[in-house]
């Protein structure tokens, strides 16, 4: 069974940054899988932000994000970054690591198959 449990979330101020963590088990996490971040925020649907091919790591990012943030993996600890600069407080919202194996990149969000539970990312004015 793949489990994805993230970490790294807080409250920073306007500029500041942080690094979310995702920790994977339990698949097989190489050649035929994509890993994504996506975040949510109250009352807002779902929004992908960032995605990585775990076989070339190839990088696909939202325009939301793009240049602020940076998708990692270390495929030998099953693990997937997302390091986040110059954080502003519309970047607040509860931010989720998935999964998609044998998919298009990047995949699309219905071709993501497990969650994890999230991690809170509060940024203040």
């Known amino acids: 069974q793949v489990s994805l449990v993230e970490s790294g979330g807080g409250s920073v101020q306007t500029g500041g940054s942080l690094r979310l963590s995702c920790a994977a088990s339990g698949g097989d996490f190489t050649s035929r899988s994509s890993m994504g971040w996506f975040r949510q925020a109250p009352g807002e649907f779902r929004e992908n932000i960032a995605a990585?091919?775990?076989?070339?790591?190839?990088?696909w990012y939202a325009d939301s994000v793009k240049g602020r943030v940076t998708i990692s993996q270390d495929n030998t600890k099953k693990m997937l970054y997302l390091q986040m600069t110059n954080l502003k407080p519309e970047d607040t919202a509860m931010y989720y690591c998935?999964?998609?194996?044998?998919?298009?990149?990047?995949?699309?969000?219905?071709?993501?198959?497990?969650w994890g539970q999230g991690t809170q990312v509060t940024v203040s004015s």
């Open positions: 990585i091919d775990a076989g070339d790591e190839s990088t």
């Open positions: 998935a999964v998609a194996f044998y998919t298009q990149f990047p995949p699309k969000m219905v071709d993501y198959s497990y």
